[in-house]
């Protein structure tokens, strides 16, 4: 039987997010710690700290060995779990995890409406808001990258058939993880990288950081945008899954417009 009270509980996913923007398991590291002084250590208030981490604690995040005394444990060990980087950043209510996790209160709105009604509490769209406060984009970069989404196979991309492929366009390719990852496998191969001007700016860096300038061109401009033309393969990665049908269509019309008769449009989820 489904427990619709556990499944509706919105208190471990909260009290989660507010532990790992304290970071409490940083302070922790040191060993366990009395609530009076690990609240004066991350700046907050005891009682309210306590009673989240006895909450996380009864969840199996954390240990209470005694009344009021909180030390990690194998959900929030020495390295990794609640100290893993990347974690941190999705979990994080003073970044890009705050915006996602608050992005849920738009939910219903969204529903009603058939509309994403991110804007109605962020003024601006999500990627809007993103270019806007750079250090949001970063951080959504930085989970967006190989330290998020995995490594990137170049081999699935148009699996044995390479022949004649000189040419990649990678469409909201992010900082070009992936296009690192099919240059590097194919010497003879030359990418062009399409995103947002904030995001384009870090992949430039990125790709000169991997010794990889030489071949890319990154356009740092809208995929609604007509892209670049006549190129063998479009990339569309982990992108329409994010957008309303209609956005989603508008882009797979650039990219058949771009890849004419001779080109391929590759969609990855
Ligand atoms: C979910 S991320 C996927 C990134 C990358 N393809 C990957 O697989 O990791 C979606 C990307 O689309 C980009 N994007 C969103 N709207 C865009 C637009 N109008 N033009 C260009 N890029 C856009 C975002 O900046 C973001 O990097």
């Known amino acids: 039987m489904v427990n619709l009270w556990e499944m509706a509980d919105l208190s471990t996913p909260w009290a989660l997010r507010v532990a790992a923007t304290l970071r409490i398991a940083d302070r922790l590291a040191e ?12 700046g907050c208030d005891a009682a309210y700290l306590r009673r989240t981490l006895t909450h996380l604690a009864g969840k199996g995040v954390f240990e209470e060995p ?7 444990n194998d959900a929030a060990p020495s390295s990794g779990g609640l100290r893993d980087e990347t974690l941190r950043l ?3 209510l003073d970044g890009v995890g705050g915006r996602m996790a608050g992005a849920w209160t738009t939910f219903l709105a969204a529903v009603r409406s058939g509309e994403p009604a991110y804007q109605e509490l962020y003024g601006r769209s999500f990627w809007e808001d993103l270019e806007a406060h750079p250090e949001l984009g970063e951080s959504f970069d930085a989970l967006m990258g190989p330290v998020g989404h995995g490594e990137f196979d170049p081999e699935i991309l148009v699996g044995a058939d390479w022949d004649g492929v000189t040419e990649v366009v990678d469409v909201g390719g992010g900082t070009g993880a992936a296009l690192t990852a099919i240059l590097r496998a194919r010497p003879g191969v030359k990418g062009t990288l399409v995103e947002l001007p904030g995001t384009a700016a870090r992949a430039v860096e990125s790709f000169a950081a991997s010794g990889l300038s030489d071949r890319v061109t990154v356009a740092g401009g809208s995929f609604y945008d007509p892209l670049p ?3 063998d393969v479009y990339l569309v990665r ?3 899954n994010d957008l309303p049908d209609r956005e989603a269509l508008a882009l797979l019309h ?3 417009e771009a ?3 001779s080109g391929r449009v590759v969609v990855l989820g």
Request: proline share 6%.
């Open 31 to 42: 060993g366990p710690m009395e609530v009076g002084d690990l609240a004066e250590a991350v």
């Open 66 to 72: 005694e009344p009021g005394t909180f030390a990690l």
């Open 90 to 92: 999705f979990l994080d």
């Open 229 to 231: 033309a006549g190129k």
């Open 238 to 240: 982990k992108v329409l």
């Open 254 to 256: 650039r990219c058949a």
């Open 259 to 261: 890849a004419g008769a």
